[in-house]
């Protein structure tokens, strides 16, 4: 079974700052999916970032990126110029390639990113 | 485009009392998944479903059933509910693609005392 770890519960940043979130993960797959979800305090559940692991160029979407280590299994996300808005949880989750993922996401338990002001 | 509902919001059962969280996705996606969030670990898979008539068992499935009658709705029920179910339930759907993210819905706290 595949695992996700976010060895980090809690992080704190300056806002203006670049902060960065570790996920690593376990899996005897060699083909799957990455992604990154932020939850605000509304509770909702929003995408971030997506990674293919069949391909070596990371992610970025704006402000968002990541830096993919596939042979180490690390998929970390960095938050460039961090925005008050930015403050929430952050989850990483991994999805396994092939039979179309059915089975869905698995989770890391998160890191809760404060924004200092 | 309302995406995923769930209903209700909010809601506190005491021990042993039954109730089903419903869920709707107006996206005519295949794939839908119950997960529930506690504190300090992350987001786990109660029940899924690949296709209409269709359920499975997650991660958590004890204490939980699922239906799955029309494409667009998946149905969580607890048949007597317990205070260790106490907690954050989502539910999320995809297209039938490993590439496609799950879309979630806004979550349903119940409290069970």
């Known amino acids: 079974a595949q695992t996700v770890t976010q060895s980090q519960p809690e992080m704190s940043v300056q806002e203006a700052e670049t902060v960065t979130l570790s996920c690593t993960y376990d899996t005897s797959e060699s083909d799957y999916y990455l992604f990154w979800y932020k939850q605000p305090p509304s509770r909702q559940m929003i995408l971030v970032i997506r990674q293919e692991a069949y391909k070596q160029q990371n992610a970025t979407e704006n402000r968002f990126s990541v830096n993919f280590q596939k042979a180490a299994k690390s998929f970390s996300l960095k938050i460039s110029d961090s925005q008050l808005g930015d403050a929430a949880m952050y989850f990483c989750?991994?999805?396994?390639?092939?039979?179309?993922?059915?089975?869905?996401?698995?989770f890391g338990k998160g890191t809760h990113l404060i924004i200092q002001p | 485009n309302a995406g995923v509902t769930q209903t209700p919001k909010f809601r506190v059962l005491k021990t042993g009392q039954s109730m089903t969280l419903l869920c709707a996705q107006d996206m005519n996606h295949e794939y839908m998944y119950w997960y529930r969030q506690d504190p300090g670990m992350g987001l786990r898979l109660i029940h899924y479903s690949v296709g209409e008539g269709t359920t499975a068992k997650g991660e958590v499935p004890d204490g939980y059933n699922v239906s799955r009658l029309k494409k667009q709705n998946f149905l969580l029920g607890l048949e007597s509910a317990a205070p260790s179910q106490t907690s954050v339930y989502f539910c999320a759907s995809s297209y039938q693609a490993d590439y496609s993210p799950l879309h979630f819905g806004n979550g349903t706290r119940l409290t069970v005392t």
């Open positions: 989750a991994y999805r396994r390639r092939g039979g179309g993922g059915a089975d869905g996401l698995t």
